[in-house]
């Protein structure tokens, strides 16, 4: 089963939905806040995807931290900032079982799920 995590009112979440659903892609949708988020999960894909990759640094809520805060990142921190606020994680963050793919792009999902 494919799983779809994020938070619902996230724009790109929206327009990945909107592409699974019409290309009759079953998927289940974890949503961060109210399904929670494990800290051993979270470890295992900056691993594998690179904490890099997953820290969104576009987002308000990095934009709110202190300079100090920015400045002295590493993997163990950005980690910590990520269980405390899950809307830091990019979005979409796409497990199909085998695979996992940070964000959306069409082209994208179709090489992967067509």
Same mark, same amino acid.
């Given at each position: 089963?494919?799983?779809?995590?994020?938070?619902?009112?996230? +724009?790109?979440?929206?327009?990945?939905?909107?592409?699974? #659903?019409?290309?009759?892609? #079953?998927?289940?949708?974890? +949503?961060?806040?109210? *399904?929670?988020? +494990?800290? *051993?999960?979270?470890?295992?894909?900056?691993? #594998?995807?690179?904490?890099?990759?997953?820290?969104?640094?576009?987002?308000?809520?990095?934009?709110?931290?202190? +300079? /100090? $805060?920015?400045?002295?990142?590493? #993997?163990?921190?950005?980690? /910590?900032?990520?269980?405390?606020?899950?809307?830091?994680?990019?979005?979409?963050?796409? *497990?199909?079982?085998?695979?996992?793919? $940070? @964000?959306?792009? *069409?082209? /994208?999902?179709?090489?992967?799920? @067509?």
């Amino acid at each position: 089963m494919i799983t779809m995590y994020g938070i619902p009112n996230c +724009d790109t979440i929206k327009k990945a939905k909107k592409w699974l #659903e019409a290309n009759q892609i #079953e998927y289940r949708f974890h +949503d961060y806040r109210k *399904d929670g988020l +494990d800290a *051993d999960q979270l470890k295992s894909w900056a691993s #594998e995807l690179g904490w890099e990759t997953l820290l969104n640094k576009r987002g308000t809520t990095w934009r709110q931290q202190s +300079d /100090e $805060v920015k400045e002295s990142i590493n #993997e163990a921190s950005a980690i /910590e900032l990520m269980l405390q606020h899950p809307a830091m994680i990019k979005r979409p963050l796409l *497990d199909t079982g085998s695979v996992r793919k $940070v @964000g959306f792009k *069409d082209t /994208e999902y179709s090489a992967l799920l @067509g």
